[in-house]
Every structure is written in C-alpha cells, then in structure tokens.
C-alpha cells in the first residue's frame, strides 16, 4: 500500500516546478509517517533542480530542510510517537555498517548512501523524493527530534544550513579567542554567525557588497567588511583562525587564503560552478589548509538542534506559499532573500 502524496516537482533541468503527485511508502516497522507543516529553500535546491552538479534524477522533488509532526509510526519504533515534533535533513539513509557511519558520519558513508532528494533509497531502485511535499516516511534513525521552544518554520533551516556551518566549526575547534570569518552573508552564511556566536567565537563577516551590513550587526557579528573594497584586503591579511566560505559562486580562494592565519583553514561549504586554482605558496607560506565540509552526521544534526534549542537559535526567514517557489528560486540567485524561505506546505495541503 502506498499514500499518494501532493508535490512540486521539475521535470528537467529547464522546466520550473509544478504540482505533481507522489507515492510515499506505509510506513514498515522501523519508519516514521511525517505531516510535512515547512521545508526551507536550500541553494542546492536550485543547483540540483538545474542539473548544475551533473547525474541528477528526474523529476525531482526538492527540500531537505523538512520539519512536521509525527503522524504515525512503525511496530518497532521506540523513539518516536505520534503527535511529536521532528525534522529530517539531507540524508534518508546510509550503509550503517561502514567506518564513517559507526562514528555517526554517515554524510560520508563509504557504502550505499541516500539522499532525501535526487537519489536513490536504500534498495537501489526506489528515487527519493524530498520536503516540497505534504508527507514523507523515514527510517526512525534518520528523524531528528526538535526541541521544545524552537517555533517549527523558523527551525525548518537547522536541517541543512544549521548543521552545514554547526558541523565545521566544531570541527576546527570554534570558541572564545578563535576568528572565525563567514564569507558570504545567505542562508548558510547568517546561521553561521549565530552559531560561532553561541559558540562563543569573534565573528567577522566578508560580504561582496556593502549592502548587508547592518543585518550583519544584528545576527551577532562582530565586524563586517565588503570585499568589493580592496583596502579589506590588506586590512584582514593574516587575521583568521578559520574561514567558512559560504558562496556558490566562482571566487579567486588564493585572495581569501591570505587572510588565514599560521595553521588556520578556509573550509568550502560552496558549490562554486567551476574550481578556482590554488596557488601552492598561499598554503606552504603558513601552514594554511584548504578543506572542505559536507553537511553533518545524525548525532551531530541532534547535537546543533538540542545546542539552538538551548541558545534559542534559529533562521530568520520569509514565509512562502509552495506556488511562489519558482518566484523564490530567481530571487534566492539575485540575493535577494534575508535569509531563508520557507516554504508553508499548508499551502499544498489545501490545494
Ligand atoms: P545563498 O543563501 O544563496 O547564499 C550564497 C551567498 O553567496 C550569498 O548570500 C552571497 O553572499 C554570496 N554570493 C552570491 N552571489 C555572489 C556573487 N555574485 N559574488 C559574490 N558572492 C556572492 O545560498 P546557501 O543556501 O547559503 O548555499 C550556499 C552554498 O552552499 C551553495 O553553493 C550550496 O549548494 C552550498 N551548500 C553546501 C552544503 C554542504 O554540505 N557543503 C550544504 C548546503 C549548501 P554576500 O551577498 O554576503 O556576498
Ligand atoms: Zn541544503
Ligand atoms: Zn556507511
């Protein structure tokens, strides 16, 4: 038996999203039935729902920044009950059994790893299908459990973009006396000042505009400079512990690697187009790394959940209904977004 479920979907790389219709399975023993109530808007929504990262499935359902109530659940699920409320990020499943999901890293799965959208569940076969959609059923592993106290739509974006920046600030040590720049003031870039604030970190922001300045001062940051000024530069050369860079577009990295300090690291969270070339002396002059960081495992995506419940952290957004979400794309890539949507499925639900 399967429940057929309204969505959006894009049925190419050019097409824009449309109602569609979905199955979703009877939840088995160990899955969860969530009522989708919110999913946030992702830039990689957009980079996949284009084909810009090359193999994607259609038609795709995009979202996986999804958070609802429990609607019911499987014989042997002991975690979960009806009526709770729960959030689902980027992954619906993994191997298990591999090195990195026996640390809890299943975003880096060495088996057979699923996506909540533009992938394959755990048969092999089956296409996953993500939050644009009124109901989804997950194995009880990967549904996280939301705090009490976090409002549901504004907690929607902890899913992807608060894990994404939470995970490598952890990682590279974030919290008082260590700089930490964010560069690239969007959806991943403002939970990234409010989560190195709470982490108790000098927060510099680099923003390629003067325009985001104020906003910066408001999320928490400490400096802000536009690197549309070359003075900035200069000014900063040296200065960071760690930089999470944040942009989706083409940037020269041996500019911004200058202002890393002896054994610091700039970590790509970006998805530029095409990679820049890194000049070997910007690394060997200070012992600089250059990584990067791919979203966050389960025990951690609960870690960040349970640390913003207790510092009451979450996402400014703006609201949307689900047929505004073509409108939405366009003006997330102009920038033009203080700084997430959300996407109400309530406007789904009704339709
Ligand atoms: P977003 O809200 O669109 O933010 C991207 C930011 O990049 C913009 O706010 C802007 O910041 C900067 N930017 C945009 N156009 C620019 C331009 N022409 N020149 C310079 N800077 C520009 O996107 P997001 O949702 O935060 O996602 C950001 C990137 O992270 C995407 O590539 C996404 O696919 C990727 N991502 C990666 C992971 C992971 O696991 N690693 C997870 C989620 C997302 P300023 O205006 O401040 O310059
Ligand atoms: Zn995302
Ligand atoms: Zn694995």
Known sequence: MSLPTPAYATPSPTQALAPFQIERREPGPRDVLIDIHFCGVCHSDVHQARDEWGGAIFPMVPGHEIVGTVARVGAQVTRFKAGDRVGVGCMVGSCRDCAACREGLE?????????????????????????????????????LRLPEGLPLDKAAPLLCAGITTYSPLRHWGAGPGKRVAVLGLGGLGHMAIKLARGMGAEVTVLSHSEKKREDAARLGAHEF???????????LAGRFDLILNTVSVDLDWNLYLDLVRRDGAMVLLGVPPKAPKVEAFRLIGKRRALSGSLIGGIPETQEMLDFCGKHGIVSDIELIPMQAINEAYERMIRGDVRYRFVIDLASLRGA
């Open 225 to 235: 400079l536009a690197s549309s000024d070359p003075e900035t530069f200069r000014k």
């Open 107 to 143: 975003q880096y799965c060495e088996g057979t790893i699923s996506f909540t959208y533009n992938s394959r569940e755990t048969d092999g076969k089956t296409p996953t299908y993500g939050g644009y959609s009124t109901r989804i059923t997950v194995d009880e592993y990967f549904v």
